[in-house]
């Protein structure tokens, strides 16, 4: 059973820092890939981050490019997201997913087969 864990969310200033975590567990990354997106009251889910496994290369929204930084520690299956500076408008559910293999879409909520539960992240100013 695939399940992917989210964590490290919380209530900040504008400014502050956040790191989220997403802990993967039932998968095993080939040539697939894992994304962060988000999702505001309202509002769409939104691609901000993403990390290839095998190769590292990432990829980010324009509204978190230089702020954001997506890392992944192979061993334990995990990927990170590093927040800094950040915004009120970076305020949404933040959610990790995964594509085991065949990493073509990165930017596209419909690569992810798998999904996490979400983790809140309030910036306030």
């Known amino acids: 059973q695939v399940q992917l864990v989210e964590s490290g969310g919380g209530l900040v200033q504008a400014g502050d820092s956040l790191k989220l975590s997403c802990a993967a567990s039932?998968?095993?990354?080939?040539?697939?890939?894992m994304g962060w997106f988000r999702q505001a009251p309202g509002k769409e889910r939104e691609f901000v981050a993403a990390?290839?496994?095998?190769?590292?290369?990432?990829y980010y929204a324009d509204s978190v490019k230089g702020r954001f930084t997506v890392s992944r520690d192979i061993a334990k299956n995990t990927v990170f997201l590093q927040m800094n500076r950040l915004k009120p408008e970076d305020t949404a559910v933040y959610y990790c997913?995964?594509?085991?293999?065949?990493?073509?879409?990165?930017?596209?909520?419909?690569?992810?087969?798998?999904w996490g539960q979400g983790t809140q992240v309030t910036v306030s100013s």
């Open positions: 997913a995964a594509s085991p293999s065949d990493y073509t879409r990165p930017r596209s909520r419909r690569e992810y087969d798998y």
């Open positions: 990390l290839s496994w095998s190769g590292g290369i990432t």
């Open positions: 039932g998968i095993t990354f080939s040539s697939g890939g």
